[in-house]
């Protein structure tokens, strides 16, 4: 059975920091496409970046040079870390098994300004 479970999320101040963790169980991480997404109040789920099974990474234009995708193969982990948050950036934020329909649950952040 695939599981993930996100974690790191909390309230921070404008231009702060947080990382966030999706643990992975059920299926290794190295060989799947994984996604970070989130979603706002009154808004879409959107991508916010992605790590492709070789390494690659993607991101939306707007999240370039503050947020990267890392993956760890030993501990089955994919991270978002996000500097310089801004209150837009406001959000659950969800990772998901790409292609598939495997999401964790959700870690909620919140950027005060």
């Known amino acids: 059975q695939v599981q993930l479970v996100e974690s790191g999320g909390g309230l921070v101040q404008a231009g702060g920091s947080l990382r966030l963790s999706c643990v992975v169980s059920?299926?290794?991480?190295?060989?799947?496409?994984m996604g970070w997404y989130r979603q706002a109040p009154g808004k879409q789920r959107e991508l916010v970046a992605l790590i492709t099974i070789g390494g690659s990474r993607n991101y939306v234009d707007s999240e370039k040079g503050r947020f990267t995708i890392s993956r760890d193969n030993a501990k089955n982990t994919v991270y978002l870390q996000m500097t310089s948050l801004k209150p837009e950036d406001t959000a659950v934020y969800y990772c998901r098994l790409s292609n598939t329909g495997y999401w964790g649950q959700g870690t909620q952040v919140t950027v005060s300004s």
């Open positions: 059920g299926t290794i991480v190295s060989l799947n496409a």
